[in-house]
């Protein structure tokens, strides 16, 4: 939970520096044409139309708000460099920073943050890029690509071939929706004996 609060805070600040919300900014609008205000919306996806560019965000108090996205709108997804529309999936937590207009929100930034997990284990099975980890508790599937790091004392640039089943290891993963665990980093903690 205070990872969450952090990133939302950092996000938070990010935002209203970039935007110009810093300063007197606020002063100048109080004597112009009334803008729009801003709106801070955060809860889980409900329901979501890549092709439309909206989404339903229903919210811990249990309200459901439409969020209408424009080719100006920008995407922050952990875990993922370009983010479009298709990146989004129901059940993830969002936070939108946008303007409300007609009984909408209308997005200038939507941040999205997986669940981040820590795993330890012993690896039960090796598919390919795959790596099953038998926890203890149960057995999980790891992801790995191109951009995951692997530490291995010894080795300068190891990777999951350098791995056996057997190994103990320790990793950190990003959930998506598809139920899978992408792995960040994989470190070899104690070698097959």
């Given amino acids: 939970m205070g990872r969450w609060k952090m990133w939302i805070g950092a996000l938070l600040t990010a935002g209203f520096l970039l935007s110009g919300w810093a ?6 609008v109080a004597y112009a044409a009334r803008a729009p205000a801003r709106v801070i919306l955060r809860g889980t996806i409900a329901k979501v139309d890549p092709a439309a560019k909206t989404l339903t965000v229903k919210t811990a108090k249990g309200e ?3 969020v209408v ?3 100006k709108t920008v995407l922050l997804i952990v875990g993922i460099r370009k983010p479009t529309w298709n990146d989004l999936h129901p059940d993830e937590r969002v936070l939108v920073v946008g303007t409300r207009a007609d009984g909408k929100v209308e997005a200038l930034r939507i941040g999205v943050r997986p669940p981040v997990r820590s795993v ?3 690896i039960a099975e090796i598919r390919g890029n795959q790596l099953v980890v038998d926890t203890g508790k149960g057995k999980v599937t790891l992801v790995t690509d191109e951009r995951t790091r692997f ?3 010894g080795l300068k640039s190891p990777s999951v071939k350098d791995l056996r089943v057997g190994d103990r290891v320790s990793a950190v993963a990003v959930g998506h929706w598809d139920d899978l665990w992408y792995a ?3 470190a070899r903690i104690r070698p097959t004996r």
Avoid: C, F, K
Wanted: glycine letters at 20%; zero cysteines.
């Fill in 120 to 122: 330890r284990g012993v």
């Fill in 184 to 186: 960040n980093q994989v």
């Fill in 23 to 28: 300063g007197t900014a606020g002063l100048r």
């Fill in 64 to 66: 459901t708000v439409e």
């Fill in 151 to 153: 530490r291995i004392r």
């Fill in 69 to 71: 996205g424009t080719d």
